[in-house]
């Protein structure tokens, strides 16, 4: 389960194997042969890349080594839903007292009882003592109020993504904080100078976009405003440190790195059922590919009614004529939100296991029949590529536009933030070791078929060109 597709670990079982079977000599042969298959294989190469990724990431160009990082002694949390509280456990856990507050008595006990749960679980499993659980649970403070909050270093606000309240409680906390506090939203897509501009001091404002569950997801990704200072980007880079997060520095643009390129991901993931894949199907193709869940699957764990509210937000930006997909907002209109709601893309039994639903099988094929395409059979080669090069197109625009320092950065971005598969190295890695003339040519080719979504992005064109690959983009950084 936990190393599903590595080939290490079932070579490490054949040298045992030949241990037991083998003369010694012979079984010493058979190991080495065993490594050397390991050591020069695609995916020793794709391990070592993540592994100096991770540390490459904390390397900022604009960020001397000499610029100190802000003492953060007391945090504070807005909103105690499934994003609030992991964030505060978080701060509990790096051994930080934090205030988590609510605009309601029911939100604030549901959501500290959902944290003693999380807790009670890991006692359980042995993970740490009930000692250790009481010291992390007295370190957070509940409470309705901004009491306290004009002692906080940094403030996190992780309510829903809706930009008019986010701008009013940026507003509030404008007036409480003290001078010096760090502003933080965990937004997943909005605007972060817009935020800021609810403020007096858009220098202290950034983006700390934890992935859900936020006590579990080892991903934070940074997100820098026009005006952020270089004291809060490297405040908050040493914090990911201090919290146990790989922290990544993006820039401001809708969805930033993570969600921008997701995204075009899901986009392809629904218009293949909509052209004659089952869920199942798009699903299954991915999980084989080594994804930790299929993105159909993703949407009803995350809730559905998430990306329908963005999409909502975002409705004005559509262009009229261009192809939308149209599944996932009527699954919505029918209360069906995913697991929360015991029906998504699947339905769901008591141990929320998922179950194919005829009724969603309908109502893809009448979406279809609305949109005069003609269904067909789609082959797990095509999921695996429509899926895959819409992320990579995206990646190489976002890199040519500078919102991503380097490719590596959005490669540990979706190993961190995405479940993508280590031993694949990540989404840009993987296009490297596919060659990115092929997966420029079949861009070209999707571009022709399905339309301008599809325009390879200039950058993708002229490395495959020029026969290079991202990694070479990365060495002249």
């Known amino acids: 389960k936990t190393a599903r597709g590595m080939m290490a670990p079932q070579a490490a079982i054949d040298a045992v194997e030949a241990a037991t079977k083998l003369p010694f000599i012979d079984a010493v042969k058979k190991e080495a042969e065993l490594f050397q298959q390991c050591l020069f294989s695609d995916q020793s190469k794709a391990l070592i890349h993540v592994f100096f990724g991770e540390r490459e990431v904390a390397r900022i160009p604009d960020i001397p080594k000499d610029v100190k990082p802000f003492e953060i002694r007391k945090a504070a949390v807005i909103g105690a839903g499934t994003m609030g509280g992991g964030i505060a456990m978080n701060y509990a856990n790096a051994g930080i007292p934090v205030i988590i507050k609510e605009t309601a008595q029911d939100f604030l006990d549901r959501g500290m009882a959902i944290i003693r749960k999380n807790y009670e679980n890991s006692v359980r499993k042995g993970r740490f003592s009930q000692e250790t659980m009481d010291k992390r649970m007295a370190l957070i403070t509940p409470q309705l109020t901004y009491d306290g909050f ?60 934890f992935f859900s569950p936020a006590n579990v997801m080892r991903l934070l990704e940074i997100v820098r405003g026009k005006a952020t200072n270089k ?31 997701l995204h075009q991901y899901g986009r392809e993931a629904q218009f293949l059922v909509e052209e004659g894949a089952i869920p199942q199907d798009v699903d299954g193709a991915l999980y084989n590919f080594g994804m930790a869940m299929g993105p159909l699957a993703v949407g009803d764990l995350a809730g559905l009614d998430v990306g329908w ?28 939100y995913g697991q929360k709601t015991g029906a998504g893309w699947y339905k769901y039994d008591e141990n929320r296991k998922a179950i194919p639903d005829p009724e969603v099988d309908k109502l893809i094929e009448e979406v279809a029949a609305e949109q005069g395409i003609k269904r067909r059979t789609i082959t797990e080669d095509e999921i695996i590529e429509r899926t895959q090069y819409a992320l990579i197109n995206e990646g190489a625009k976002i890199l040519e536009e500078g919102i991503a320092l380097r490719a590596v950065d959005i490669d540990i971005i979706y190993l961190n933030g995405y479940g993508y598969p280590a031993r694949r190295g990540g ?20 571009h022709e078929e399905h339309g301008k979504i599809w325009a390879p992005a200039p950058l993708l064109k002229k490395l495959a060109e020029e026969g290079r690959t991202f990694a070479d983009f990365d060495k002249q950084k």
């Open 427 to 446: 989404p840009m890695w993987y296009a490297d070791a596919v060659g990115l003339k092929k997966v420029y040519d079949r861009i070209c080719r999707f």
């Open 309 to 336: 509210r963005i999409r909502k937000e975002y409705a004005h930006l559509r262009v009229a004529g261009d192809r939308y997909p149209l599944v996932a907002d009527k699954l919505c209109e029918m209360g069906r």
């Open 150 to 209: 004009e002692d906080a270093d940094i403030v996190v606000e992780a309510v829903f993504e809706g930009m008019e309240l986010k701008k009013q409680i940026f507003g509030e906390l404008d007036k409480i904080c003290k001078q010096g506090a760090i502003l933080a939203s965990n937004t997943s897509t909005l605007d972060i100078d817009q935020i800021a501009s609810a403020t007096t001091r858009p220098e202290f404002v950034i983006g700390h976009h």
């Open 231 to 261: 004291e809060v980007i490297a405040t908050s880079m040493a914090l990911a440190k201090k919290l146990k997060k790989v922290g990544v520095l993006v820039g401001n643009c809708n969805g930033f790195v993570g969600n921008r390129m």
